[in-house]
């Protein structure tokens, strides 16, 4: 079992930056996989960054390449999302995932964090 938490939202303008936290308890994190994902008012979950068990691949959605970057350090047990020149269209509940492996639909991902709430404003 992995406990995941979250913080580091908050209530930010656009243009702001912001590095979201994801801790995790129990099992230790190294042995898996890492996403963030994050769900928007009247939207599906989607897909933001991963990260591979042991740091050396990361992958992101085309909607955030370039401003959002995962990390993870496996000794604090901690994963990272770095979040650069924020915009309103970011504004979601953000959540840590963690699962085998990447590249598989966020169904995969077996724990699951609840969220800390992202709000942008122009």
């Known amino acids: 079992q992995v406990q995941l938490v979250e913080s580091g939202g908050g209530l930010v303008q656009a243009g702001d930056s912001l590095r979201l936290s994801c801790a995790a308890s129990?099992?230790?994190?190294?042995?898996?996989?890492m996403v963030w994902a994050r769900q928007a008012p009247g939207k599906e979950r989607e897909f933001v960054a991963g990260?591979?068990?042991?740091?050396?691949?990361?992958n992101y959605a085309d909607s955030v390449k370039g401003r959002f970057t995962i990390s993870r350090d496996n000794a604090k047990n901690t994963v990272y999302l770095q979040i650069n020149s924020l915009k309103p269209e970011d504004t979601a509940v953000y959540y840590c995932?963690?699962?085998?492996?990447?590249?598989?639909?966020?169904?995969?991902?077996?724990?699951w964090g609840q969220g800390t709430q992202v709000t942008v404003s122009s």
């Open positions: 995932a963690a699962g085998p492996t990447l590249g598989v639909p966020l169904s995969g991902y077996i724990y």
């Open positions: 129990g099992r230790t994190v190294s042995s898996y996989a």
């Open positions: 990260i591979n068990l042991i740091g050396t691949y990361t």
